[in-house]
C-alpha cells in the first residue's frame, strides 16, 4: 500500500503542492517563531539579571523592599566565599548601593550610586560599554564618580567637575561625601536608569561608613537550572538568618510573571495555527477522498479490504506530511540563519528604547536563537496535527460501499 500511495500522492501534483505547500509554510513559520520567541526571552531574562545585579542577589534581611542604607551584610566573607566555591557560579560581585542626593552649584538631583569592582562586573555587563565621555574610574581623581548623561545635564556638570553626595551612613547620620565626575554614561530611559551612577566599591563604602560591609551580594549563575541550588546553598551559610536571598524572579515579579503570560499567549496562538492548518488539511484530504470514490470503488471491488483503502489514505498523509514538513524545516533554518545572523532592526522600523516590567530594552535587534528540544516537539506536534487531519477522510474512504462507488460518476 505504501508503494501505492507514494504513487497517488503525484497523480493530482497541483493538490499534492497546495497541501504540501500548506504544512512546509506553517511549520516553517512556526519554527521562526519559534526562534524569535526564545531570542527574546533569552534578552529579556539577560536584561533582568542586568537591571536587578545578577541571577542570584544576597542583602541584608528586608533591604530590598525598603532599600536603606541601615540594612547591611555585616560580613559578606563567608557569603562570598560560599559562592566562589560553587561550580555552578559563574562571577560573584559586591556592591555597595546608595540612594541620595547628588549637587553641583547648579541644584540637587536623586541618585542611585553603586560602589563596583569593574572587573566583577564585566561577566554580568560590561559597564564601559555606555560609556560616551571620559574614563571609568580614573586614576586622576581620589573619589571618581561616572554618571548619566541626562544627570550631568541637569546639573550642568561635565568630565572634572565636583558634585556632592548627601546620603545616609549606616548609623542613620547623613553624611556628605565630595566626587569628581571622571566619565558619563549614555543616558537610559526616563526613570531610575537615568539616575545610575558608579563609584569604585571602597569610595563608596568610605562615603556612608559602611566599613567591609555590603549592601548586596550578586550572583551570576552559568546555567539557569542550577540557580535553586545555588540559592539553597547561599541560605546555609554562617548568619544566614540575618540574610535574604532572592533570585531575580523574586527580585522583578513583575517581569517573570509578563515572560509567563507572554509564553501563554505564544501557546495559544500555536493552539490556534494548529487547529486552522488541522481542519484545512482535513478539508483538502476529504475533497481529494470524494474526487476519488470510483477508484476507492474499484480497489474495493478487486479484493482491497476497508482497512486497506483506510491505510491508502493514512500512507498519502505520511508522505504529505513527511515532504512539506522537510520543505518547512529548510525554509524554517533558512530563517532562523538568517535572522540570527543579520537580524530584525526594530529601531529602523521606528520602534524606540522600552521599558518592560521597570526593566530597559534598549537593544532591539531581533535575533533568533535554536532550541533543538523545542523544534523537536513542535515536529512532532505538527506531524500528530497532520495524521489526525487525516483519519476522518481515511474513514469515509473505508465506508464507501463498492456498488455505490463505482456507480458514482456514471
Do not use: C
Amino acid at each position: 500500500m505504501w508503494k501505492i500511495a507514494w504513487r497517488n500522492l503525484w497523480r493530482n501534483r497541483t493538490r499534492t503542492v497546495i497541501i504540501a505547500s500548506a504544512i512546509a509554510f506553517s511549520f516553517g513559520l512556526m519554527l521562526i517563531s519559534m526562534g524569535i520567541s526564545a531570542d527574546s526571552y533569552a534578552r529579556m531574562e539577560e536584561k533582568a539579571r542586568e537591571a536587578t545585579g545578577g541571577s542570584v542577589l544576597v542583602h541584608g534581611a528586608g533591604w530590598w523592599e525598603g532599600q536603606g542604607s541601615d540594612v547591611v551584610v555585616a560580613d559578606p566573607g563567608p557569603v562570598m566565599v560560599r559562592a566562589e566555591g560553587l561550580p555552578e557560579v559563574k562571577a560573584v560581585m559586591p556592591r555597595v548601593i546608595i540612594n541620595g542626593l547628588l549637587s553641583s552649584a547648579r541644584g540637587n538631583e536623586a541618585v542611585r550610586l553603586s560602589g563596583v569592582v569593574l572587573e566583577r562586573e564585566q561577566p554580568l555587563a560590561d559597564l564601559r560599554d555606555d560609556l560616551v565621555e571620559g574614563a571609568f574610574f580614573s586614576r586622576e581623581y581620589d573619589a571618581p564618580v561616572v554618571i548619566s548623561e541626562g544627570l550631568a545635564n541637569r546639573l550642568n556638570v561635565s568630565v572634572g567637575d565636583k558634585v556632592v553626595l548627601t546620603a545616609s551612613r549606616v548609623d542613620g547620620e547623613v553624611t556628605r561625601a565630595l566626587f569628581y565626575v571622571s566619565g558619563l554614561l549614555r543616558s537610559g530611559m526616563a526613570g531610575e536608569a537615568d539616575l545610575q551612577a558608579y563609584a569604585p566599591l571602597e569610595v563608596a563604602q568610605e562615603a556612608v561608613g559602611m566599613g567591609d560591609a555590603l549592601t548586596q551580594v550578586g550572583v551570576l549563575v552559568s546555567e539557569v537550572e542550577a540557580q535553586d541550588e545555588v540559592i539553597a546553598a547561599l541560605q546555609q551559610v554562617e548568619g544566614a538568618q540575618a540574610l535574604e536571598v532572592l533570585s531575580w524572579e523574586q527580585a522583578v515579579p513583575e517581569m517573570s510573571g509578563l515572560l509567563e503570560f507572554d509564553a501563554a499567549v505564544n501557546g495559544i496562538y500555536f493552539v490556534v495555527i494548529f487547529l486552522i492548518v488541522l481542519f484545512a488539511i482535513a478539508n483538502t484530504f476529504l475533497m481529494a477522498v470524494m474526487e476519488r470514490v470510483r477508484e476507492y470503488g474499484l480497489l474495493s471491488a478487486l479484493g482491497v479490504g476497508p482497512g486497506q483503502v483506510g491505510w491508502l489514505v493514512i500512507w498519502e498523509a505520511l508522505y504529505l506530511a513527511l515532504v512539506g514538513m522537510f520543505a518547512g524545516f529548510v525554509l524554517g533554518i533558512a530563517g532562523h540563519l538568517t535572522i540570527a545572523q543579520v537580524g530584525i532592526d526594530m529601531a529602523a522600523m521606528g520602534v524606540g528604547d522600552m521599558e518592560m516590567a521597570g526593566i530597559a530594552m534598549n537593544d532591539l535587534v531581533v535575533r533568533s536563537h535554536l532550541e533543538p528540544g523545542r523544534w523537536l516537539l513542535a515536529s512532532a506536534m505538527v506531524l500528530a496535527v497532520v495524521m489526525i487531519s487525516a483519519v476522518y477522510p481515511a474513514v469515509r474512504a473505508m465506508r464507501l460501499a463498492p456498488s455505490q462507488a463505482m456507480r458514482f460518476y456514471e
